[in-house]
């Protein structure tokens, strides 16, 4: 037997699959049983009804996905009378996300999502790279990131999940303002910002022009993220990027991951979902691991990316080969 179960700060949750905000409704739960989910996170929602951006709002890539759909939503009221209730049939706890322009509607829309009793965590979203106009990014910037977060932390008891941004600068920074204005958890992250053009119109692929891309091609840079964020804060940090295999969410775990969202899977493979938790199970007892949480932060990190000094090296050895090869 293994013990799959994890803890997101206060939050804990009998595994660490979870669905990335956007990419799941409680449809899917005609074909997967929902109830197996490490907890259930809603669709972005915002004050007002929004229709979201133009079409096309998806493309395919060959490293995944780019979308561009721009938070459409019907609004906070339409969420907490039906939505909630919706999702309140199934046992995870239920992650509410939030978007708005300011840090004023943001601290108004967390007191109102998580005074919802059938609320059990507030995400906010400060990093849709495609929401126009005014964005609401706070993500880009820490000293925004933080005056937002600690609003937001003023108006709830319930634990505050901050969706980070790739597209930031030093989103090791942003995730620090975060926690130091009092969030329970870091979500890393958000779609990097992107382009594909149509070659046979010459317009872009999607109808916003830029959109954000997810899938295996953004897996290797959220990871270096994760790993990154992990070891300069304290609060959990759940891995969200490219996620399309049991290996990758150990990767992310090893690198510093507590828990891990799935986006661009659900929409290949929505059966992907529960797929994961016995995936993940199998691999663990296969290695012998009792406990997946002793995986959070368990990569060896033998520092030589720091310390190696390949002009040094004596001829020969990998690096120094590779060096001299290289400048011929
Ligand atoms: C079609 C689509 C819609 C999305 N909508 C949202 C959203 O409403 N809120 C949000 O925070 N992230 C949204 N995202 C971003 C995902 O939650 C996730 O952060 C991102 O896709 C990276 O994970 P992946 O590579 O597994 O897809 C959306 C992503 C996609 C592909």
Known sequence: MVDLSVKIGRTHLKNPIMPASGCFSTDIAQIVDVNRLGALVAKTVSREYRIGNPPPRVAELECGMINSIGLPTKGIEYFLEHQVPDYARFTPPLVGSISATTAEDFEAMTREVGGHPDVDVVEVNISCPTRNPGGGNFAMHEDHTFNVVKRIRSATDKPVWVKLSPNAGDVVAIGQAAESAGADALVVSNTLLGLKINIDTFRPAIGNKFGGISGPGVKPIIMRMVHQVSQKVKIPVIGCGGIVKVEDVVEYMLAGASAVMLGYLIFRNPSA??????????????????????????????????????????????????????AE
């Open 273 to 326: 979902l529960t797929g994961m938790i016995d995936d993940l199970e199998a691999w663990c007892q296969s290695r012998g691991f009792a406990r997946v949480a002793d995986l959070t932060g368990a990569m060896i990190d033998d520092k030589i990316a720091e310390t190696f000094d390949a002009a040094a090296a004596p001829i020969g050895q990998g690096h120094k080969t590779f060096v001299l090869s290289a």
